[in-house]
């Protein structure tokens, strides 16, 4: 099974850490299209949260194309990773950059240094497997 850590101080929603979560897992290759994700009940007993907590994060996840729910089945992730339009993908990008440096002005972080780490974390996902796309 897969390891999910929750931070109940984190500010973060439950169900929004969980999303990320397995996100990471989609983009790293430790789940792969097709893979079943573990059902509502066996992950909220697991993480002691309220099932309805999994079913937000499940749907959420299923909306945005990352995974598909068949009824009486359970959850797998997508045959193939939803396409962000370019400009959302900037728009998302921009967002996530900007927090990024929010946060490593706060802790005294040098800029080369908070590049590196993202420079790592794109490492630690390996290469993408796709192209860079010119779709608007």
């Known amino acids: 099974m897969l390891h999910f850590q929750l931070n109940v101080h984190s500010g973060v929603p439950v169900y929004r850490q969980l999303m990320d979560q397995i996100r990471h897992y989609v983009a790293a290759g430790a789940l792969a299209a097709g893979d079943a994700l573990p059902s509502i009940r066996e992950l909220a007993r697991v ?12 749907g959420e996840l299923a909306h945005e194309g990352v995974i598909v ?3 009486g089945r359970g959850a797998f992730v997508a045959e193939s990773q939803p396409a962000w ?3 959302r993908r900037r ?14 002005r706060q802790m005294g972080a040098s800029d080369p240094e908070a590049l590196d780490a993202l420079r790592r974390a794109l490492e630690s996902l390996g290469r993408s497997n796709h ?6």
């Open 69 to 71: 729910i068949r009824h």
């Open 131 to 136: 192209p860079p796309t010119s779709d608007s």
């Open 85 to 87: 339009p370019q400009a």
């Open 47 to 58: 993480l002691a949260v309220n099932p309805t907590t999994i079913v937000k994060a499940y």
């Open 91 to 104: 728009e998302r990008l921009r967002a996530l950059a900007s927090q990024l440096a929010v946060e490593a």
